[in-house]
């Protein structure tokens, strides 16, 4: 259970008698029970940039979901090795996007004489494969917290963008921060011949977005915006952009969990906010934050957890700890030598971006 202090005891022990072997990466989204043991937390982008820059540590124990621990696999040098505490913490979004389905997509495009004119840009939520296909074809990843800056790039390389895998990331960057129109957007089905799209409509786009979502961010509606409003009157609120279009549209701000962070603590006192994220960090920021008076709610009625993020847990995590100070190499992550060289190059593009 969160409070076990057996458990805590025993997670303190194991990471003591590691010491500088192992370091711990925390994505914004896991259990208070999780975090506090995490010598870093971050958002996507934070956390790549923390695995690359940590050459000493033999183990990096990735408190996240299962592409986190590949990319950050990919950053780290050979002889360094990461782990992800429970092999089944994947992510559904990620799982939306398979190698055959985006070589047959590109095939698709070919046929329609546009690939040529195609730039890949790829969410980090995606599998190493798709992060390769995304290197091998002059493409760069990018996170919730630099998407303009790499449509921005893409857009300096070709004329149009094949945006992997989440629609929303892809529209709403798009629409919101890049003066684009909807109509510049098209859809690719994975599940349709031809992705449901003609040649013309391929031609004629600019963003061909993949049909992939978060099954969490799709969870909030213009309802639960116009509620809240409703309830509390004078509230802010600030969501991130994978939730759809018309929820961002009607938002006041939108951005990674890194900037949720940083948006509620430049908050004055008195304020009041309604986030749309995953549960754990906003329950974790509205009791932070209670004592500055600072109202923080979820934006929507229902629960809404990350199932896989939460499959994370304590036991997971001494378990993880325990195996490593014991010399057992653990629920390692590795990406094979030619996926990795590809997609390496993607992510590097994407730590390169200005
Ligand atoms: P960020 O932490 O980069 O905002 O991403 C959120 C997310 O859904 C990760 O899966
Ligand atoms: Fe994937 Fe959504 Fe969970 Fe993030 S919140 S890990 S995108 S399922």
Redesign the pocket.
């Known amino acids: 259970s969160p409070s076990d202090p057996n458990l805590v005891e025993r997670a303190r022990a194991a990471k003591e008698k590691l010491g500088d072997k192992v370091f711990v990466l925390g994505?914004?989204y896991q259990r208070d029970e999780v975090i506090q043991f995490a010598d870093v937390t971050g958002?996507?982008?934070k956390l790549a940039r923390e695995a690359a820059a940590r050459p000493q540590a033999e183990y990096i124990v990735f408190c996240g979901?299962h592409f986190m621990a590949e990319s950050a696999d990919i950053l780290t040098g050979d002889d360094q090795k990461v782990v992800l505490p429970d092999l089944a913490a994947g992510?559904s979004m990620a799982d939306m996007a398979t190698a055959e389905q985006v070589a047959e997509c590109w095939d698709v495009l070919t046929e329609a004489g546009v690939a040529e004119q195609v730039v890949p840009v790829s969410y980090m939520?995606s599998s190493a494969d798709i992060k390769a296909f995304t290197g091998k074809h002059g493409g760069t990843i990018c996170?919730?917290?630099n998407a303009k800056r790499a449509l921005d790039w893409a857009f300096e390389q070709g004329e149009k963008v094949l945006f992997l895998p989440d629609q929303h990331l892809g529209r709403n960057t798009a629409v919101r921060d890049m003066g684009m129109s909807l109509e510049d957007c098209v859809l690719y089905n994975p599940h349709k011949p031809n992705g449901g799209l003609t040649a013309e409509e391929l031609r004629a786009a600019k963003m061909i977005l993949w049909r992939g979502h978060?099954s969490v961010h799709g969870r909030f509606s213009l309802d639960s915006v116009d509620d809240v409003r409703a309830r509390i009157p004078g509230v802010n609120v600030l969501v991130?952009p994978?939730c759809r279009h018309e929820v961002v549209a009607a938002a006041d701000y939108v951005g990674?969990?890194?900037y949720i962070i940083k948006k509620l603590e430049a908050a004055p006192a008195g304020s009041k906010w309604a986030i749309g994220t995953e549960l754990n960090l906003v329950r974790r920021l509205a009791n932070r934050f209670a004592s500055e008076d600072k109202e923080i709610v979820f934006l929507d009625k229902t629960v809404c957890f990350c199932s896989t993020m939460n499959r994370i847990d304590l036991p997971h995590l001494v378990w993880a700890l325990e195996s490593l100070a014991e010399g057992n190499l653990v629920n390692r992550i590795e990406v094979d030598k030619e996926t990795e060289a590809f997609a390496k190059l993607a992510l590097e593009r994407m730590l390169a971006l200005p």
């Open positions: 994505h914004h958002d996507s982008f979901v992510c939520n996170t919730s917290s978060c991130h994978e990674s969990t890194e």
